[in-house]
């Protein structure tokens, strides 16, 4: 006997491609350990055209980095997107939720002395605050 199925000419497949991000935000204003502390929220007050179309692309599973601005310049944890509300392109409602903090935290100065960081966004647009990362970049901050 043998089973024919039309299975496989009913799936399609398509690569899901992990994407990476940075968002930064002051720690006096909201920190990691505010986000830690709430578990999720929505990412917002967002306005830079820029970041704001870095959101929009935001799909649920990227990973990102949080970064504090201000006198720390330190990335210090990581999160998840949840889920990507872009139905009004000019506010993207972006829920996230806490990661781990990272074991070695990263000073600007350190990102700004890293080889993978000379053309990132994150060093040549300093006052935008979501960056695109390279799966190379996001590994970094994670070792």
């Not at 720690?27 to 704001?52: I, M």
């Not at 601005?69 to 829920?95: C, F, M, N």
Request: proline share 4%.
């Amino acid at each position: 006997m043998v089973l024919r199925s039309s299975f496989l000419g009913r799936c399609s497949f398509s690569i899901i491609r992990m994407s990476y991000y940075l968002f930064k935000s002051e720690p006096g204003v909201y920190s990691f350990d505010d986000l830690v502390r709430d578990g999720e929220t929505v990412w917002d007050g967002v306005t830079n055209p820029t970041a704001v179309k870095n959101l929009r692309e935001m799909k649920a599973g990227a990973k990102w980095i949080f970064y504090h601005t201000g006198d720390e310049r330190t990335a210090v944890g990581t999160g998840t997107v949840v889920s990507v509300d872009a139905t009004d392109s000019k506010v993207p409602i972006v829920r996230v939720k806490a990661g781990k903090r990272l074991k070695q935290p990263k000073t600007l100065a350190q990102i700004k002395a890293e080889k993978l960081f000379k053309a990132s966004p994150l060093l040549t647009i300093g006052r935008l605050s979501v960056v695109p990362l390279s799966k190379e970049q996001w590994e970094w901050f994670v070792a």
